[in-house]
């Protein structure tokens, strides 16, 4: 995904899907902060990719599954939910230990203001390899 004409971030149209932000690190990458972004729902009430998201805490494992290569593993460190428009800088870095960061809508949810007010961000870090390091 890139950056709209309105300069935000792009999101994928189909709610099913997570989209990666291309001017980043990929998720894998050896440094900064790979960014997914994703739906919560749809316009027609289907339930969105990052739904999800919502019951993700602390410690929680996420795993990346990725064309040609092996699946990633992360461990989430954190979560906040920041206003619409607001995203911290620290989510698009491209430098310093690698990282993933996942994007969705959050509430409040007002139509006559053009949807959800707020964005829920997820980070988490990378797992070592092995399953001993894997959060359960």
């Avoid at 999800?52 to 990725?66: K, M, P, Q």
């Avoid at 699946?71 to 607001?86: A, D, G, H, I, L």
């Avoid at 960061?101 to 092995?130: H, M, N, Q, W």
């Amino acid at each position: 995904m890139g950056v709209t004409d309105r300069g935000e971030t792009a999101v994928p149209d189909e709610p099913s899907v997570a989209g990666w932000y291309r001017y980043g690190p990929a998720p894998g990458s050896a440094s900064g902060s790979a960014v997914l972004v994703g739906h919560v729902d749809s316009d027609t009430g289907a339930i969105g990719e990052f739904a999800a998201l919502y019951d993700v805490r602390r410690g929680d494992g996420v795993e990346v599954r990725r064309a040609g290569a092996e699946p990633v593993r992360y461990r989430v460190v954190s979560r906040v939910t920041v206003p619409k428009n607001e995203l911290p800088s620290s989510a698009f870095r491209r430098t310093g230990a690698p990282a993933l960061t996942l994007i969705t809508c959050a509430p409040p949810f007002v139509p006559e203001r053009g949807g959800y007010l707020s964005d829920l961000v997820v980070a988490a870090e990378p797992v070592k390899s092995g399953r001993a390091q894997w959060p359960t």
